[in-house]
């Protein structure tokens, strides 16, 4: 069955699509307006269903399976294109994404459980602070198709009843009342991913839209409540964050009721041909934005702000202008099977464009290289090692056998020890803990999002100083990467590294880091932080964690721990090794170095960080 088309309901979708761009992109400009997906919800619910309802109007019963064909062929066609541009490009345009977590990604996407998928993505830390998948906004899709497969199975138990759209529009209002209930008894500040991506906490949306649908014909067309309705979306799109509390509360309910307001009589300004141009390509929109967006990055355009948005904004809607027209349009038609073949291959070729257009406005970090066997020899900047404060002796009362370096941290320090080749001067032990530093102050900021520290990570100084009376070690290397340059809450304030108040307090944490470390007679090394590019904001600058200012003052607190500290810690130069010409740099001497912007790579290890510090700490263990 076919309904009257509506012209203003894909200028609607323009704009939703508009908002979620901008969200995506410029989030200092509409920070709300990740939003414009609950209009979809909106939208989905309210045309799906005024289609079933308009067959079984007609004939007395809905054919599932003529329906779920119609969804299968309007919806998969644009999708395996985008999953299998991801899979084929990814890995030379997204190098820091971990293929494992990928692939699962893809299937999740294509089977529809992307949602679930992203709330427990998640398995090791490495996952858990790793950018985001390329494929993470089909948790959408995975809620709508799921609404797909059993709205209509539960619209036949109404039929059965009498006034069977009463039965449709009170159950759909007690589904959405219990879906905003379940969001606001769920909802964690620390952790929301199981609120924003829920199938049954985001499903309130579709519910409202479905509830429209099966509304009294005298409810629709009320320009007063559309007028109401728009601007409550346009003040949700301007204030509203993703953290923001009010939103998981209740917000999420009263912003799907403003979209069917504006749904039920949309303005026939949302009819401009622009708009129902942008509307009707919207889907592929959708689904090409984020992938684009994440290859189209500052690094490899050179840009940043409005620019890289434009730039952004104008290759999805490229992509999607060509995937609507040569294959999804094709396939959803009468002559679907004559096209499949003409689609299949078009789909490769505008994905292997898009792959090679995106390639060429940069060349982006190379992929990880494989380890080899035997570590070949590299060449790399020189670097002059710092000289101990004191000549290196053995110490009295070790234990016996052969010197012991034990390298402790966070999970920076941990790729360091975890890749450490072998080498005859000593034995080392990798005492590095994922997700833990020594700044532990409750309250951080993370890449824009509320974070608390790991359960463990308070109890450093018990561990650290367990580990050091067991390893017993002649040299104890600190690196120290991360969890000290984010934004924390001190004293009532958010503050950071190179602000004095939270200087001095991470030079009392440092001073009593080196106290542990040097507690049984064991030489100090700290390395200096190297620069790191962990993740872009969406207007292509980095996170503040991420600045290399903050790099530079927690290495002036290393400096000056050097220089007063009484256990006579000595300060090696990483920073300028890694990054050698000032700034952050993936490889060095031809050898990646980074695997993601942060952690340190086996062949980076073994090539370029053994061959430098190997000698350094030999010295200092007094071989």
Do not use: K
């Amino acid at each position: 069955m076919s309904l009257r088309y509506q012209p203003s309901l894909d200028g609607l979708r323009a704009v939703a699509l508009g908002g979620v761009l901008l969200a995506h992109g410029l989030p200092g400009v509409l920070p709300g307006g990740f939003l414009g997906v609950d209009v979809f919800f909106v939208l989905s619910g309210y045309l799906i269903t005024s289609l079933l309802l308009a067959e079984h109007d007609a004939t007395g019963r809905i054919r599932l399976g003529a329906f779920w064909r119609r969804r299968a062929r309007r919806l998969l066609p644009a999708l395996v294109l985008v999953v299998a541009f991801v899979a084929v490009a990814g890995p030379r345009l997204l190098p820091a994404q971990d293929p494992g977590p990928l692939r699962l990604d893809a299937l999740s996407a294509l089977t529809y459980w992307a949602n679930w998928r992203m709330i427990y993505r998640g398995g090791d830390y490495f996952t858990q602070t790793a950018a985001a998948s390329p494929l993470q906004h089909t948790w959408s899709l995975g809620i709508e198709e799921q609404f797909y497969l059993l709205w209509p199975l539960l619209l036949l138990v109404a039929f059965a009843r009498p006034r069977p759209r009463r039965w449709i529009g009170a159950g759909c209002l007690l589904g959405a009342a219990g879906s905003a209930v379940a969001a606001a008894l769920l909802y964690d500040p620390l952790a929301p991913d199981r609120v924003y991506f829920g199938t049954d906490t985001r499903a309130g949306a579709l519910l409202i839209g479905a509830a429209l649908a099966a509304a009294p014909s005298a409810l629709l067309g009320r320009r007063s409540l559309a007028i109401a309705g728009a601007l409550v979306l346009v003040a949700a799109a301007l204030l509203v964050h993703g953290d923001t509390a009010a939103l998981y509360r209740g917000g999420f309910a009263l912003v799907a009721l403003a979209a069917a307001a504006v749904v039920a009589a949309p303005a026939r300004l949302l009819a401009a041909a622009p708009l129902r141009w942008a509307g009707r390509i919207s889907y592929g929109g959708y689904l090409w934005h984020w992938p684009l967006f994440a290859v189209l990055d500052a690094g490899r355009t050179g840009l940043t702000g409005a620019g890289l948005f434009a730039v952004r904004a104008a290759a999805t809607l490229a992509a999607a202008a060509v995937s609507f027209h040569l294959v999804e349009q094709p396939i959803r038609g009468r002559s679907a099977r004559p096209a499949i073949a003409t689609a299949t291959v078009t789909a490769a070729v505008a994905a292997l464009a898009v792959a090679l257009a995106a390639a060429a406005t940069g060349p982006g970090p190379a992929a990880v290289p494989p380890v080899p066997a035997a570590p070949a020899a590299v060449t790399v900047p020189a670097t002059p090692a710092a000289p101990p404060t004191t000549p290196p002796v053995r110490r009295a009362g070790r234990r016996p056998g052969p010197p012991r370096v034990t390298v402790i941290g966070d999970s920076v320090s941990w790729t360091l020890g975890a890749y450490w080749p072998g080498v005859p001067e000593f034995t080392l032990s990798n005492q590095g803990v994922q997700g833990c530093g020594i700044a532990v102050l409750p309250e951080i900021r993370y890449a824009g999002a509320l974070h608390t520290n790991l359960p463990y990570c308070t109890t450093w100084e018990s561990r650290w100083g367990s580990s050091v009376a067991a390893d017993d070690p002649d040299v104890v290397v600190i690196l120290l990467d991360r969890w000290e340059l984010m934004d924390r809450r001190l004293d009532g304030r958010w503050t950071h590294v190179g602000e004095p108040g939270y200087d001095a307090y991470l030079a009392g944490q440092l001073g009593r880091a080196i106290g542990l470390a040097a507690a049984h007679g064991a030489r100090v090394a700290l390395l200096s932080a190297p620069y790191t590019h962990r993740e872009e904001r969406p207007d292509g600058g980095l996170w503040p964690e991420d600045e290399p200012a903050r790099v530079d003052a927690w290495n002036r607190l290393l400096g000056a721990a050097a220089a007063n500290d009484p256990a006579h810690p000595v300060v090696l130069d990483l920073n300028r090794l890694l990054c050698p010409a000032g700034a952050f740099a993936w490889s060095v001497g031809g050898v990646r170095v980074r695997s993601d912007g942060l952690h340190l790579t086996p062949d980076g290890v073994r090539q370029v960080v053994a061959p430098w510090l190997a000698p350094q700490l030999a010295r200092l263990a007094g071989t």
